[in-house]
């Protein structure tokens, strides 16, 4: 049974534990699949430009002059497949923009941090879960059917509570979700990956992680995994695709 998005997906249960992927010329034989979520399943680096202007536009209405300086600390104008903006959990976009504010106004630092946590708190009351949350071209449809055979995952550096308001948008029932939250080092390292083999109870080298970042394909490989890039070309990766339109499944009996 083999499902193409760019057709009627095949949504029809089976009791398989394994599934056949195909990424262009590439094929993958796996029992598990993980989902990195900003720029595969939802987002993207677009988007992350998007809440970067709009807290550099709080910053500026408390009179902080940051953006010059921020450009380069978040690498806004860098490859997305590297970019601190692309790569950066929360934590670490609050502490390169109070870096930024530092770094521009020598304020003390402890006030540094406390401006850019107000800055992240105001900039999110105006950002609609529409605009964070909706999926991606063949997001939703993939994750939903590779979810009826085999074990699905997102392994993210978002917080746990985003990835659940997501799926909450979406109406879809959770996966497992490994965040950075969860591990003592978040990608590039493999521990996100090991985390979600123990909980899978699957070793890593029957996984495939679909990613936007050089991040999620080293994690990938140092676990043992398959790293298929999503939207970027990446060098490393095993596979690319530029939408998970793109991706066949076949079901294996």
Sequence with gaps: MVSQFKSKINTMVTNSRKVKITCGNDEFVVKGVV?????????GFDLWKQIF???????????????????????????????????????????????AIWLMHKIDWATCRKLSQE?????????????????LPGAKELLTLLSQHVPVAIATSDSRSNVEEMFKFWQVELPIIVSAEDVKKGKPFPDMLLKVSSLMGIPCEDLVVFGDSLGDVQMAHAAGAKAVAVGIRIPEADSWVQSLLDVSVEVLE
């Design 35 to 43: 989902f990195d979520k900003d720029g595969v399943l939802t987002g």
């Design 53 to 99: 202007y709009l807290y550099m536009k709080v910053a500026s209405q408390k009179g902080l002059c940051v953006e010059k300086l921020a450009i380069d600390l978040f690498g806004v104008d860098e490859d997305p497949s590297i970019a601190p903006l692309s790569l950066c959990t929360m934590e670490e976009a609050k502490c390169l923009l109070a870096a």
């Design 119 to 135: 800055i992240v708190e105001e900039a999110q009351r105006v950002i609609s879960p529409e605009m964070v949350y909706s999926p």
